[in-house]
Structures are given as structure tokens and as C-alpha cells.
């Protein structure tokens, strides 16, 4: 339970660190008209609200504590 504990934490902190310093972004491509080969799309970009990051965070901190204590 050690590693798995470690390695899910470590990466939960990253996501969380990105996440929460608004470097991650979603990108949402919607088709608005389509008139024989001519396409018109719209491109949104949204990121996640800040929170998530602070617990991903918070749930990665807490995943390494425990793999650190875990015994071997």
C-alpha cells in the first residue's frame, strides 16, 4: 500500500498544483453553421475552477503522509 499510496499522491499534488495555478485549460470546439464544405466553429476555452486544485491538492498531501507512515 506504500507505493501505490506515494505515487497516486505525487501526482494528485502536480494536478492540483496546475490546476490551481491556471496553467490546465479545457478546450470545447462547437460546429455553428455548416453550409456545404464550409464550416464555422467556435473555440471556448474554460479552466477549472480553483478549488479543485486546493483539493486534489489536499488529497495528494494526505495519500503521501500516509505512504510515507504506512509500515513495509
Known sequence: MRT???????????????????????DKQETVAKIGPLEVT???QKKPAPVVGYVLLGLGALLVVA?????K
Open 4 to 26: 501505490p499510496a506515494l505515487v497516486i499522491g505525487i501526482l494528485l499534488l502536480v494536478a492540483g498544483g496546475l490546476i490551481s495555478a491556471g496553467i490546465v485549460s479545457i
Open 42 to 44: 467556435t473555440t471556448e
Open 67 to 71: 505512504g510515507v507512515a504506512a509500515k
